[in-house]
């Protein structure tokens, strides 16, 4: 066997992705599920009163995994295409049922409908995932909803908020993405028993013009294979649209990631939090003092390729003509393998982000510190007309005191003191006692602790109930 340092392999299995989701889109996979169609096709026409014996269906399902890829491969050069090869293998170890194996179908009867398949086994590994980090995160949350933090608008010094509730905003989008992924598998259906343009003429002929028969056959087999419903109409294919709206909600998703990780490497920037970073952990080779967070940039890296994967599809569909052209399949063959692979990287990822963020009050606290007295200018003002002032008098004393304050931090890169400009004007000796109790940072945090509690406890606990008993352990990163 050729050395595989030798040969590109993808990183995206190589190097990242989980053991199940490259299982799911392996060479094993895939014609393991073509024999069970197969399968499955035999045991309904037999159902249905096709000359088909008991002994040829067992000696099926008896060789479902035993398949010999090196001849496959063979014949697969010989005949130049893939189904013909794998039909002709299966017979090989199927001599009995050799006559009966793909009775009536088309190559898209395996292709598509096993396409429909890993999709849908995808998702399924998808989400219990994407609900293991919204379940993280939500304990982030949950544990900081009361801690005040500087809010930011155009990434200038806003009001504040607290921890949690900035956290919040990432739950809502993933939560919105649980939705998105949800309704995609759920509306995902099979390609069914269709025959070679859509219009099921083989299995007409097969029980001689019997059309509640065939539309049976088309049931059994979608029920054999674990779907509700199939598609009513196709082409050869299933409409390509539907790799549209499966790699859309994958994107959709990549582009949450993307959101969330630059804020927590703006918020490393910041020292106000970061990523987990182990103890061997080397962040620099030259500036040994430094510590990246390389694990959000992975994910942001990673999910900007999931973001463009959508545009494949997008054109693929559009090209479609009539029943069908093949101009689908090289391109299908990289970008849905890649969609699922990249996001259960990505998801992977940002689950070991979240169970170890490391948040420093203190840093945090310093930053309201510097810019919390120009916001408590508001309440300085009421203060003062209660005790008797004019409010037109106070707020031009005020804007003469923040201005020389603005010019120390500025122009002479110091501490804003304009608290202190306040106590040592005697215009201020009403509300003096008051200064500390109006620069309480709680106090400019809103509604923020209240709306955590409610929007955890209405919305993101609710969504994850199916998902118990899935939560997993930690989990820690190969690379």
């Known amino acids: 066997e050729e050395d595989a340092l030798s040969r590109y392999r993808s990183p995206l299995v190589s190097r990242y992705a989980s053991a199940e989701m490259g299982f799911n889109f392996s060479e094993r996979k895939k014609f393991g599920t073509w024999r069970r169609l197969w399968l499955y096709l035999a045991q309904a026409e037999k159902s249905l009163g096709l000359p088909i014996t008991e002994e040829q269906i067992q000696e099926m399902e008896a060789n479902l995994d035993n398949i010999d890829f090196k001849m496959a491969a063979e014949e697969e050069k010989k005949l130049r295409h893939d189904v013909m090869a794998h039909v002709h293998t299966f017979a090989h170890c199927c001599p009995k049922a050799a006559a009966i194996i793909h009775l009536g179908a088309t190559s898209c009867y395996v292709g598509d409908n096993t396409d429909l398949i890993v999709l849908r086994d995808g998702f399924n590994l998808l989400l219990p995932k994407l609900a293991r980090v919204i379940s993280r995160l939500a304990d982030f949350a949950e544990k900081y909803a009361d801690l005040p933090t500087l809010g930011f608008t155009h990434y200038q010094p806003a009001q504040l908020t607290t921890v949690g509730k900035r956290c919040c905003l990432w739950i809502q989008d993933l939560c919105m993405d649980l939705q998105n992924l949800e309704r995609a598998r759920d509306d995902l259906r099979f390609r069914g028993v269709k025959g070679t343009t859509g219009t099921q003429a083989s299995f007409l002929q097969l029980f001689e013009g019997d059309h509640s028969k065939v539309e049976e056959l088309d049931r059994l087999v979608t029920a054999k294979a674990g779907f509700q419903r199939s598609y009513m109409v196709t082409g050869q294919t299933y409409s390509r649209k539907v790799d549209i ?209 409610k929007f955890l406890k209405e919305e993101v606990r609710p969504a994850l109930i199916p998902y118990q008993g899935k939560m997993g352990g930690k989990i820690e990163l190969a690379l």
Request: aromatic share 6%.
């Open 245 to 453: 709206e499966v790699l859309s909600v994958l994107a959709s998703l990549g582009a949450s990631i993307h959101k969330i990780c630059t804020d927590i490497r703006l918020l490393a920037n910041l020292k106000e939090i970061e990523e987990p970073f182990e103890k061997e952990q080397i962040g620099s080779s030259a500036m040994p003092y430094k510590r990246n967070p390389m694990r959000s940039e992975r994910c942001c890296s990673l999910a900007r390729h999931l973001m463009t994967l959508v545009l494949d599809p997008l054109q693929t569909a559009s090209v479609q003509w009539f029943e069908r052209t093949l101009d689908d399949s090289a391109n299908r063959r990289v970008c849905l393998a890649e969609a699922f692979l990249t996001a259960d990287i990505i998801l992977s990822t940002l689950q070991n982000i979240s169970e170890g963020l490391v948040v420093y009050p203190k840093v945090i606290e310093r930053r309201i510190r510097q810019e919390l007295p120009f916001m408590a200018t508001e309440n300085i003002i009421m203060a003062m007309v209660k005790a008797g002032g004019n409010r037109q008098d106070c707020h031009e004393k005020i804007r003469v005191l923040s201005q020389q304050a603005a010019a120390v931090v500025k122009q002479e890169g110091g501490d804003n003191d304009f608290i202190a400009r306040v106590r040592a004007d005697p215009y201020f000796s009403p509300i003096h006692k008051q200064l500390e109790s109006l620069l309480d940072p709680s106090s400019f945090t809103g509604r923020a602790p209240q709306q955590v509690a």
